[in-house]
């Protein structure tokens, strides 16, 4: 199937283009001992500052790594740099594992789960403290899950091509005024309104992106979701209408994801109330501008201080933009002690970061190439196609339920979803998906050579004829067929991952680079740390106040 619309017309006039897009990932592990339990260890000093060091860092807990890449223009150079930080961290841990799934290893109690820990500069307890705030409004369990996260952009030529204010949304005509009752809400307006056309045209085309990245994806869920079950002791004895696989798991027989169901964020109520909308980014900023600053009655109670310490940087809706839990969001770089919304309500969106994808289970790396290309065409896909706004005052109720219900039960024989207010099969229309996604990835292959795009596309369109090869089916008939817990299974794999990731080659030059990482990342935190000149809570109110000037 040739599209017939004009931006694909155009893409295939332009193709030197595609060779501008970047793609980068932050791929989470759990550190955990050589048994699978939880690692109780700091961070490890081999691998350089959490705080500061550009590749190699920690989210929420002190043992969930994250190992970031920089940006590529290609997937190949990509994932040789994740493989080769992987190869790094896996020679520095001594007695330790990268835990090689999404949902977590054993656990020990709540109150022994260890925080992730900066240093004692502003900048690094304010990092802390939010993570103390997470802590106390959704329990640290829930922290500790694991997900890999695709950042993707196109080149500002690509945006140039394209007459948007049409098929992808007018940025100045919709929802403005709706969320515009404060002074604040106003600058932001004023904000983005001050930006260039060239920013307001890639703003606007990302979040066209965005709308149509909501109604689709369920088939990234569907193809490439592989945590369909989790250890029993993860939930401690709330089964959550989950069934019993064996002593040590639950599981739902035709899940996809466990991970992005209501087991975690979504079934906190302040942040299953808040609807963002992404039709316009002035609606949009300005929704989290709100959730930002409203209090929420639950958080009030606890307070921002607890025995003369520091438990959450406030209580409102959300402590800072990025606790917003949402499986794709608009990104743009920001400077330190800057606030995501000031940075795109000045400078527009730089970026599309995708949160919902699982680590790969079959993949020393989380993520295989397969996957990349897949995303890149899937994502140009999303850029390109037609995307009306949303109506409902920008919340898309059909697309949202596709989601909640393929992560539950994607693989269930005969599923429907709900397309266009009818029902319809999800194998019909992931076909029609797969088939509209495949001159796209015929494009990419026209621009980089060869045929490896158009190659990721048909091992998809396999999972969908035949779903017992998607990795969330391939994970539960190992467990069945090895007779193993999911616990005992993930050990192995993470076992064996160690020990390949510690064969792959790895010379002298390489050893030094990371080595120079670490040392100089520890010279930048000392740095922070030395020119403080504010007490913590000054700190903070004045990072508060940064909402107040966008």
Known sequence: MTPSNSGYNTLSRHLPVLKGILRGIEKESLRVTEKGVLAQTPHPQALGSALTHPGITTDYSEALLELITTTHHSTD?????????????????????????????????????????????????????YRRGLAVRYGKSMQCIAGVHYNFSLPDAFWDLFDQHDEHGSLKAAGKGRDSGCTTVKNIIKACSRVDDATQRRSKGYLALIRNFTRFSWLLMYLFGAAPAVSSCFLRGNLSGLQQLDEQTLYLPYATSLRMSDLGYQSNKAQSELQLCYNDLETFLARIYTASTTPWPAYEAIGTHQNGEWVQLNTNIIQIENEYYSSIRPKRTTGRGERPVTALAQRGVEYIEVRCLDIDPFSPLGISAETSRFMDAFLLFCATEESALFPQNGYCADSHDNFATVVKEGRRPGLQLTKNGNKTLLSDWANELIERIGPYAGLLDSAYGGDEYSTALAGQAEKVRHPALTPSARVLDDLRTRKLSLHEYTLQQSTATRDFLRTQPFDALTEAKYQDL?????????????????????????????????
């Open 77 to 129: 150079s990509l994932l040789a740099e994740l493989r080769q930080t992987h190869a790094f961290v896996a020679r520095q841990l001594q007695g330790e594992l990268m835990w090689n799934q999404s949902m977590p290893a054993h656990l020990p109690a709540d109150a022994d789960i260890p925080i992730a820990w900066y240093g004692t500069s502003n900048s690094g307890m304010l990092k802390h403290v």
């Open 518 to 550: 670490s040392r100089v990342s520890f010279d930048e935190q000392q740095a922070l740390e030395n020119s403080d000149t504010e007490d913590f809570d000054s700190y903070v109110a004045r990072y508060n106040a940064g909402l107040e000037r966008p």
